[in-house]
C-alpha cells in the first residue's frame, strides 16, 4: 500500500508498506523497525509479537515520545501487559494495532508535529 508524500520538514515518514517491506523516504526495510521523527532504527530485534521482550519496550523510553504506536504484523495481537509496563509507568502511551494501520496513524500523529514513535513488526 502506497501513502501519500508528506512534507519533508516533518521528518521520517512511511512512505510505503506491504507484507514484507516498508519504505521511510529512500530507505527500504525487510525487518522490524522503530521510527520516529528524526531517526530510524533499523532491525529491531522482535520479528513477530510472540518474540517481545520488556527489553524491546525499554529501548523506547530513551526515545522519550508521548505515544508508542505498536504495529503487530497483518493481524492485531496484543503481547501480555508485563512486557510493555515500562511505558505506562513512564507515562508513555501505546497503542497496539496491526502494522498497516500504525503506519497509517503514524503518517497523520507526525504531520501534526506530535511525539509520536512507531515500533513495527513485518
Same mark, same amino acid.
Given at each position: 500500500m502506497?501513502?501519500s508524500?508528506a512534507?519533508?520538514?516533518d521528518g521520517?515518514t512511511i512512505h510505503?508498506?506491504s507484507?514484507?517491506?516498508l519504505?521511510v523516504g529512500?530507505?527500504?526495510f525487510?525487518?522490524s523497525?522503530i521510527?520516529l521523527?528524526e531517526?530510524v532504527?533499523?532491525?529491531?530485534?522482535?520479528?513477530?509479537?510472540?518474540? @517481545?521482550?520488556?527489553s524491546?519496550?525499554?529501548?523506547?523510553l530513551?526515545?522519550?515520545?508521548? +505515544? !508508542?504506536?505498536l #504495529?503487530?504484523?497483518?493481524h492485531?495481537?496484543?503481547?501480555?501487559p508485563?512486557?510493555y509496563?515500562c511505558?505506562?509507568?513512564?507515562?508513555?502511551? @501505546?497503542?497496539?494495532?496491526?502494522t498497516?494501520?500504525a503506519?497509517?496513524t503514524?503518517n497523520? +500523529? !507526525?504531520?501534526? #508535529?506530535r511525539?509520536?514513535?512507531?515500533?513495527?513488526?513485518?
Amino acid at each position: 500500500m502506497k501513502f501519500s508524500l508528506a512534507d519533508p520538514g516533518d521528518g521520517y515518514t512511511i512512505h510505503a508498506y506491504s507484507s514484507t517491506e516498508l519504505v521511510v523516504g529512500e530507505m527500504r526495510f525487510s525487518n522490524s523497525i522503530i521510527i520516529l521523527p528524526e531517526r530510524v532504527i533499523a532491525d529491531w530485534r522482535p520479528r513477530t509479537t510472540e518474540q @517481545l521482550q520488556a527489553s524491546d519496550f525499554e529501548i523506547l523510553l530513551g526515545l522519550q515520545p508521548d +505515544l !508508542v504506536l505498536l #504495529g503487530t504484523g497483518e493481524h492485531q495481537q496484543f503481547p501480555p501487559p508485563d512486557r510493555y509496563s515500562c511505558l505506562t509507568v513512564a507515562g508513555i502511551g @501505546l497503542e497496539i494495532m496491526t502494522t498497516p494501520a500504525a503506519c497509517r496513524t503514524y503518517n497523520i +500523529l !507526525v504531520s501534526e #508535529g506530535r511525539r509520536a514513535a512507531a515500533a513495527l513488526i513485518l
